[in-house]
Antibody, heavy 121, light 110 residues
């Protein structure tokens, strides 16, 4: 069965960086991309970016451009999201999700359990 | 402020039907496919509908999706207390070159 298992919760100081991992299993890793979505406490979903695990090419939300990097390691079927220069409003649950994105169709069919990143103010 | 607009909340009685709207523009819903997600309290989102009206395996046919112009609608029939959740629409925005979501709709089954 398809599973995405994310790394554990993190507490980071303002200005630091965080790197969240997402290990996929139950399918051929390079057949689907990986999206990253975050959700601040009590708020809605915010798309952060997507990576084609086949080509390694990423695509980022403009609001996070320059602070976020998404990578993937096909040898371990693991995707990573690094967010730099953390601020208190980056406090959120970060989700990875298996994604399809082509021809105007962009959706995520399996999601990780989420990783809480806390940045104290 | 979300790019896609959803009502903050909807409610209906068990067994009844409810619809949730999602309004966008020509750069997103108007030219791309819409997906819908259900998020139960304290859990990750779950895909309910993709490509406007397709259901993934395991999603009951009580859930349906449609799209017309720059708006989309999620329909849920035979409401159950277990359907109480937040529902989000999402799509690709060709101008922003990003996935955009609605602000979410909280469904209460009275």
């Amino acid at each position: 069965q398809v599973q995405l298992v994310q790394s554990g919760a993190e507490v980071k100081e303002p200005g630091a960086s965080v790197k969240v991992s997402c290990k996929a299993s139950g399918y051929t890793f390079t057949t689907y991309g990986i999206s990253w979505v975050r959700q601040a406490p009590g708020q809605g979903l915010e798309w952060m970016g997507w990576i084609s695990t086949y080509s390694g090419k990423p695509n980022y939300a403009q609001s996070l451009q320059g602070r976020v990097t998404v990578t993937s390691d096909t040898s371990t079927s693991t995707a990573y999201m690094e967010l730099r220069s953390l601020r208190s409003d980056d406090t959120a649950v970060y989700y990875c999700a298996r994604g399809q994105c082509s021809g105007g169709s962009c959706y995520s069919d399996f999601w990780g359990q989420g990783t809480l990143v806390t940045v104290p103010s | 402020q979300s790019v896609l607009t959803q009502p903050p909340s909807v409610s209906a009685a068990p067994g009844q039907k409810v619809t949730i709207s999602c309004s966008g523009s020509s750069s997103n819903i108007g030219h791309n496919y819409v997906s819908w997600y259900q998020q139960l309290p304290g859990t990750a989102p779950k895909l309910l509908i993709y490509e406007n009206n397709k259901r993934p395996s395991g999603i009951p046919d009580r859930f349906s999706g449609s799209k017309s112009g720059t708006s989309a609608t999620l329909g849920i029939t035979g409401l159950q207390t277990g359907d109480e959740a937040d529902y989000y629409c999402g799509t690709w925005d060709s101008s922003l070159r990003a996935v955009v979501f609605g602000g979410g709709t909280k469904l209460t089954v009275l």
